[in-house]
């Protein structure tokens, strides 16, 4: 396949982008993995890994023509992922996720399913966004990303804005950002920032806008956690303008 070239990211996305570089999460690897693990993210992983470096083309990443191109940063064990994977065949999907043992559970699903429209990065995902071409995503889901609840510790946390100004920058108009937490103080936090954003529209007219998940959700352990400790999650979908 003929890659296109592609135009490189804005001077002011590269500076963005190096000013929030490797803020958003903790730990990198948990548990030892298994042996089958650790033979995926030795010979699969480099395989689906996105290039590391220069502009990227998001339809050239796949080996076959997409439709759209989504985007998943912090994907936890897969388990959204793989359900978009699944039941959007015609979608390329990026995932973003630093934590080893939920890459490799992800792999494990690729594996078995034979999935061939999933790339991923095992790092810090800003980097990257600053690499993808203006308005190249239909959509971005951020789903329950560490809330980071210490004052002193929010600016740690994923959305800011600074990001939602990267995000809207290769979020095509009229393409979707959803965000899911079980952390009220973090579904405010997002909210205000949306509000103030010039390039997001929250779209919400009853509260079942963001206490009901979007069509095609499938519920993750994590979430299932939150449920059986008494936290209601919040969905909130944005518009790009």
């Given at each position: 396949m003929t890659v296109p070239d592609t135009p490189s990211a804005p001077a002011d996305a590269d500076a963005a982008a190096d000013s929030l570089r490797g803020a958003f999460f903790g730990r990198r690897k948990g548990k030892r993995l298994r042996d089958r693990q650790a033979d995926l993210i030795s010979d699969l992983l480099p395989r689906l890994?996105?290039?590391?470096?220069?502009?990227?083309?998001?339809?050239?990443?796949?080996?076959?023509?997409v439709d759209d191109v989504w985007i998943e940063i912090g994907f936890g064990g897969g388990e959204h992922l793989i359900a978009r994977a699944l039941a959007d065949r015609g979608k390329g999907?990026?995932?973003?996720?630093?934590?080893?043992?939920g890459m490799a559970k992800l792999l494990g699903r690729v594996a078995d399913e034979g999935i061939d429209?999933?790339?991923?990065?095992?790092a810090d995902a800003i980097p990257v966004l600053a690499r993808l071409p203006a308005a190249s995503i239909g959509q971005a889901f951020i789903l329950y990303p560490d809330p980071w609840p210490k004052r002193r510790h929010r600016k740690r946390r994923i959305i800011s804005d600074e990001t939602l100004s990267l995000l809207a920058r290769i979020i095509r108009p009229g393409g979707l950002l959803r965000f899911a937490t079980d952390i009220d103080d973090y579904a405010a936090w997002t909210l205000a920032r949306l509000d103030r954003s010039p390039d997001f529209i929250w779209q919400a007219e009853r509260?079942?806008?963001?206490?009901?998940p979007w069509p095609?959700?499938?519920?993750?352990?994590y979430e299932q956690k939150a449920f059986r400790e008494g936290r209601r999650p919040s969905y909130i979908t944005a518009v790009r303008r």
């Open positions: 890994r996105l290039p590391e470096a220069g502009p990227l083309t998001p339809n050239g990443l796949f080996g076959r023509p999907i990026i995932g973003f996720e630093p934590f080893i043992n429209n999933v790339r991923l990065h095992d509260a079942d806008d963001w206490r009901e095609g959700w499938l519920s993750t352990r």
